[in-house]
């Protein structure tokens, strides 16, 4: 029952992620870390960008298990929901016409979107259901070396970021925007909302 409670906190948080996302990747400024590699790995294999997605979560929690980091709700939910979301909002694309948009209003676009993952993140995380797998690394990242969630966050970036260049993924602007921003947004949401990562005793959370 209380898993239930928490999945209408876990899929909008996700869903939120998800449109985040999708409107980094429409700014045409280069992709954020992660999506480099998913990029790169849809265009090798021929699929989707959100398919690539799907297949990449499932690697990575394999890895977060080895951490320590246990998978619930929000892990499944995160693998399932955010590549979907993103495959859907392709498939009736609301701003298509995007990269032909002013630089300044593409760079905004990229901001929001960044901004709009972290809220995304700090609110399924915060439903305490379990991290989704990049989140759950970072989680594992704070926990076992004490490093503030931007550091962490920065770290796993770092790790995509190196895939998706073997794979020649799109990088830009965007891409170091991405890096910077994600994880001081998805800190400041935690504070902002009252919402802790469940690992974190008495509520405690190092953002900076």
Known sequence: MRLLRKLPQTVGGLS???I?????????LGVSPWDVLHVGLARHLHIATGTA????GFVVLLCGLFLGVKPGLGTICDILIVGNVV???????????AQSWNFLVRVALFIFGTVLTGLGIAIYVGAHVGAGPRD???IAFHQRFGWPVWRARIAI???G???????RGPVGLGTIIWTLVIGTSAGFWFKVLHLTPDFVE???LVID
């Open 202 to 204: 008495r509520g405690n």
């Open 87 to 97: 495959n859907l909002l392709y498939a009736h694309d609301p701003i298509a016409t």
């Open 136 to 138: 759950g690394l970072m």
């Open 20 to 28: 985040g996302v999708f409107m980094a990747l429409h700014a045409g």
């Open 53 to 56: 997605m799907i297949g990449t």
């Open 16 to 18: 939120v992620c998800g």
């Open 161 to 167: 970021f190196t895939g998706g260049l073997i794979l």
């Open 157 to 159: 970036e770092a790790i």
